[in-house]
């Protein structure tokens, strides 16, 4: 009974749609990233590699450098904006700096102008 071969055509197409496929894996496989900018992070000294991609980071942390780390962080700017501050008389509160960098703020608060020329963490418009 004779043994049926690919011949050499039908061998190199299937190699070449084995190659093609894993190419087409690679392209289409996308880092998710998330919105905000890693902060400047104090350098760890232990190196660790919590994260590669802001995609192993939960909710919405992303992967920052520290030194010769990754570590998952809350990115200094946050989803939204800031809501207008032309009002006509100055709001009441302290007028002081209470933040620098959304990152400073808690949950989705984003650090804005206030209205007396400060800056205070306030709740963002989508």
């Given amino acids: 009974m004779p043994t ?3 011949g050499p055509l ?3 197409l299937l190699v070449g749609l084995l190659l093609l496929g894993f190419g087409f894996a690679r392209v289409t496989k996308t880092v998710e990233e998330k919105a905000g900018v890693c902060p400047k992070l104090k350098e760890d000294l232990n190196c660790t590699q919590e994260c590669n991609s802001d995609g192993k980071c939960a909710d919405n942390l992303k992967c920052c450098r520290a030194g ?3 570590v998952c962080h809350m990115p200094n700017e946050k989803p939204g904006s800031c809501p207008k501050v032309d009002l006509p008389l100055t709001p009441l509160g302290l007028c002081r700096d ?3 960098v ?3 703020c808690s949950g989705q608060m984003k650090c804005c102008r206030n209205g ?3 800056v205070s963490c306030v ?4």
Avoid: H, M
Wanted: charged letters at 15%; a positive charge; glycine letters at 4%.
């Fill in 10 to 12: 039908v061998a190199a």
């Fill in 4 to 6: 049926c071969r690919p």
């Fill in 98 to 100: 209470q933040c620098q």
């Fill in 68 to 70: 010769c780390a990754s």
């Fill in 123 to 126: 709740t963002p418009v989508f």
């Fill in 102 to 104: 959304d990152s400073q």
């Fill in 116 to 118: 007396c020329g400060k």
